[in-house]
């Protein structure tokens, strides 16, 4: 007997353990990311932890077998981890093969996996490379990551215009509302 597809209609859907795994690691990578830039909200969003539970990946050195301690402070983790958790968001959604949502698509560096946040980790603009800015519909909006200087480009503007034979066919609609008559 063929295994039964989940329908859309139900709770949940076919994926929808993946699509909460993807929503929570995102969500977390949100919080660490943005807690990293409030120093105040570090201490007050992070419990102090023994040293022997946070792994050696996270600090990126072994801990001192003597006493069991790191050199570094639990704040220094904070963006490393957050970058963990959007590699880890994107690996999952790979390997379903689930599309991420294009909010969540645009917010994080492909390269690095950093988090983007406007003003602090990043900068963007809009680029118009037509000559003279002619076109409006090339405006493009550029997001560049600080951490690895990588840029996005994303279009912004509207479609193009439509083609010269539509709109006289639109302007001589408008103008003879009639077709039987001639104009």
């Given amino acids: 007997m063929a295994k039964l597809k989940g329908k859309k209609g139900l709770s949940g859907g076919v994926n ?3 699509r ?3 929503n929570f690691l995102y969500n977390a990578a949100t919080f660490l990311q943005s807690a990293c830039q409030r120093p105040e909200a570090v201490d007050h969003a992070v419990k102090p932890v023994e040293d022997e539970m946070i792994p050696d990946a996270i600090y990126g050195e072994p801990q001192d077998p003597a006493n069991g301690a790191s050199s570094r402070d639990h704040s220094d983790c904070v963006p490393a981890l957050a970058r963990t958790y959007i590699s880890q968001m994107r690996g999952v959604s790979l390997k379903s093969q689930l599309r991420l949502p294009i909010e969540q698509k645009r917010s994080f560096c492909k390269r690095c996996d950093t988090l983007l946040i406007l003003g602090d980790n990043c900068t963007e603009e809009i ?9 409006p519909w090339a405006e493009v909006r550029v997001v560049r990551c600080n951490t690895c200087l990588t840029e996005k480009r994303f279009p912004c503007a509207e479609r193009r ?17 009639d077709p039987t008559k001639p104009a």
């Fill in 16 to 18: 929808s353990h993946v």
């Fill in 20 to 22: 909460a795994r993807i």
């Fill in 127 to 135: 680029r118009n490379p037509s000559r003279g800015a002619r076109k």
């Fill in 161 to 177: 215009s439509s083609k010269l034979s539509e709109r006289k066919k639109h302007q001589t609609a408008i103008a003879n509302p």
